[in-house]
């Protein structure tokens, strides 16, 4: 697994997990007292796992190297009709 994938897999289990902390705390009457005290961070939370997702989607991000564009569906406009493991274009062969 890449680096990027663990952090998307690390982040979206944080971000859920804030979410649904936030969520039972808003309707479990018996956490009033939680609600009263977190205030307006409550919302501060809610939001704070979206920029910080994007900002470790930026921070790990690992360039790719020549040949990772062989594996996808699309063609480059280099390779004109061929398709990417065309000989003729060189790409994988």
């Not at 063609?75 to 004109?80: A, K, P, S």
């Amino acid at each position: 697994m890449r680096r990027d994938e663990r952090w998307i897999t690390a982040w979206g289990v944080l971000s859920f997990g804030v979410w649904g902390t936030l969520l039972w705390i808003l309707w479990d009457p018996d956490l009033q007292g939680v609600q009263e005290a977190i205030g307006w961070w409550m919302a501060a939370l809610a939001v704070a796992p979206v920029p910080l997702g994007a900002l470790g989607a930026i921070v790990f991000d690992e360039p790719r190297e020549a040949g990772d564009d062989c594996g996808s569906d699309s063609v480059h406009w280099t390779h004109g009709e061929e398709s990417c493991g065309s000989r003729l274009y060189g790409c994988g062969g």
